[in-house]
């Protein structure tokens, strides 16, 4: 039902690179730079990781980056470390009905 | 450094009403540019924006849910809450508040509450 969609899984090894995509429409990811994305560990609150397409907040590794193409918006995690295994969302604003919604979300196993 | 924390009932019956409460420390519930939102997480499932709210009362629902919401703000508290009518057992979730930033609070959620639990059950 989500309007943006993201793989369920992904994985990788430590120490390699993974790419997280966030698939849109040329109404909302593709009209917007109004993109994010949270991290949420087992039991926790989500925390924001990337605002507007490609900000990172104050205090979050430079180990993530995130970019956007089109209607599909991609969250880069290098060098991944154990601590980085966790659930990822995407958020974007879609349109004056709509508002906001999140991706269904993304779980990051690190092997 | 700000803090949101959720307040309110952790069982709520059938076809009643679910209320939240969201206390806001450590800043102004009145601060410009910034809206304050309710997100929540079925068990085991994805997160599902429910609305937000200016300090000056104004209002965006998620339209799927926006027949059962009302939110609000008491600025003199520095809180602002959440009424879901007729709730079922798919209102089961966990509920969080969370600072929302940008455009009508059209960004993203920056600051957000521990959560609660709020299970629907008779």
């Known amino acids: 039902q989500s309007a943006l969609t993201q793989p369920a899984s992904v994985s990788g090894s430590p120490g390699q690179s993974i790419t997280i995509f966030c698939s849109g429409a040329s109404s909302d990811i593709g009209s917007y730079d109004l993109v994010s994305w949270y991290q949420q560990h087992p039991g926790k609150a989500p925390k924001l990781m990337i605002y507007?397409?490609?900000k990172r907040p104050s205090g979050v590794s430079n180990r993530f980056s995130g970019s956007k193409s089109g209607n599909t918006a991609s969250l880069t995690i290098s060098g991944l470390q154990a601590e980085d295994e966790a659930d990822y969302y995407c958020?974007?604003?879609?349109?004056?009905?709509?508002?906001?919604?999140f991706g269904g979300g993304t779980k990051l196993t690190v092997l | 450094q700000l803090q949101l924390q959720e307040s309110g009932p952790g069982l709520v019956k059938p076809s009643e009403t679910l209320s939240l409460t969201c206390t806001v420390s450590g800043g102004s519930i009145r601060s410009s540019s910034y809206y304050w939102g309710w997100i929540r997480q079925p068990p085991g499932k994805g997160l599902e924006w429910i609305g937000n709210i200016y300090s000056n009362g104004n209002t965006y629902y998620n339209p799927s849910l926006k027949s059962r919401v009302t939110i609000s703000v008491d600025t003199s508290k520095n809180q602002f809450s959440l009424r879901l009518s007729s709730v079922t057992a798919a209102d089961t979730a966990v509920y969080y508040c969370?600072?929302?930033?940008?455009?009508?609070?059209?960004?993203?959620?920056?600051?957000w509450g521990q959560g609660t639990l709020v299970t629907v059950s008779s």
């Open positions: 507007e397409v490609t």
């Open positions: 969370a600072r929302q930033v940008g455009y009508y609070g059209s960004g993203s959620l920056d600051y």
């Open positions: 958020c974007s604003y879609v349109d004056t009905r709509t508002y906001v919604v």
